[in-house]
């Protein structure tokens, strides 16, 4: 896949992606904060987080903390991959912050690492978050309403909710991204190529941003509520 033919200057290798429509309303208050910890303290929090505020999302005094070496395996893998999303995560990140000190110059080496990072996206982002909606996701959902770890309501809301629908939104930003790139590389105006890449830089650090979010959320609080709530036959069906 790359973004820009040298040749022709078009963009090609696109892949057309499905974006769903957000099924499910959470409540206002962070299912993922609200398990982390029952302190009168946590609970009387009513600040919504953004993945925009690190100094405040990634608070480990209301995360649980994973110990990975007591985690199943299934869990061990998803946190492994982690790691590596983190590293790629970044490393786009560090390329959408020398396009814009570069004054949004699509030269060869942001082509590619542009192109990396997308590929990337597609062939392992992409897969990680099936693997997880597979099984697991819908039998912690299940262990959650059981527990009573979820929200108010007819339908209630758990933290797979929150989990899901940062799947969904990695799909809209990621392909975002991708086309506003595209379109930006085509666009002969010079005022409307350069506020075409602001908006395509600013939805891919919004996106960076959530990722490493998302998977704080996951390796310092989900997985350990999943270790302490699934049972060894959720496990037998989550490894199939």
Request: negative net charge; charged residues 35%.
């Amino acid at each position: 896949m790359k973004i820009i033919d040298n040749e022709t200057g078009k963009r090609v290798g696109a892949k057309d992606v499905d974006v769903k429509a957000h099924s499910r309303k959470l409540k206002e208050e962070d299912p993922i904060l609200r398990n982390a910890n029952k302190s009168e303290e946590s609970e009387e929090l009513s600040e919504e987080y953004s993945a925009m505020e690190p100094p405040d999302a990634y608070d480990k005094v209301r995360a649980i903390g994973a110990d990975y070496d007591a985690m199943d395996s299934f869990i061990q893998e998803l946190m492994d991959e982690h790691k590596e999303v983190i590293l790629k995560t970044n490393e786009f990140d560090a390329a959408l912050l020398k396009f814009k000190s570069d004054s949004y110059v699509f030269d060869e080496e942001i082509n590619n690492a542009f192109n990396d990072f997308f590929v990337y996206f597609d062939n392992h982002i992409l897969p990680h978050n099936r693997k997880e909606e597979r099984h697991y996701f819908r039998l912690l959902h299940d262990r959650l309403i059981e527990s009573g770890e979820h929200g108010n309501g007819e339908n209630p809301s758990t933290a797979v909710d929150l989990m899901e629908d940062d799947h969904v939104k990695f799909i809209q930003l990621g392909s975002l991204v991708f086309n506003l790139l595209g379109l930006g590389i085509r666009l002969r105006d010079t005022e409307s190529k350069i506020v075409t890449f602001d908006l395509a830089f600013n939805t891919g650090r919004e996106l960076a941003e959530l990722l490493r979010l998302h998977i704080f959320r996951e390796d310092e609080t989900l997985f350990p509520l999943s270790q302490q709530l699934l049972t060894i036959e959720d496990f037998l069906i989550i490894h199939e």
